[in-house]
Nanobody
């Protein structure tokens, strides 16, 4: 079992930056594949970014490429999502997810563990 706790969300203006954090607590010391998804009101949860257990494989959704950066610190069991040049369409609840096999999956079905989410609101 692993518990994920997101933090760092908030209300910002368009063009601003935010950094989300996802702290993982788990019995196993093996690093997990980590990802960020987001869900806007009335929409399905969508993939944002993912990073493999060793940080060597990283993938982004086209909508955030060049603006968002995913990273991780295995010593702290924490993943991060640096979000720059935020747009109103980035407004959503952002969820952290973990895959116990360490893979950088792009689909929700590949993740066994989810955080409670953190709200990001970008005003125009």
């Amino acid at each position: 079992q692993v518990q994920l706790v997101e933090s760092g969300g908030g209300l910002v203006q368009a063009g601003a930056s935010l950094r989300l954090s996802c702290a993982a607590s788990a019995r196993s010391s093996s690093p997990y594949g980590m990802a960020w998804f987001r869900q806007a009101p009335g929409k399905e949860r969508e993939f944002v970014a993912t990073i493999s257990w060793n940080g060597r494989l990283i993938y982004y959704a086209d909508s955030v490429k060049g603006r968002f950066t995913i990273s991780r610190d295995n010593g702290k069991n924490t993943a991060y999502l640096q979000m720059n040049s935020l747009k109103p369409e980035d407004t959503a609840v952002y969820y952290c997810a973990a895959d116990p096999y360490g893979r950088p999956g792009l689909r929700r079905e590949e993740y066994d563990y989810w955080g409670q989410g953190t709200q990001v609101t970008v005003s125009s």
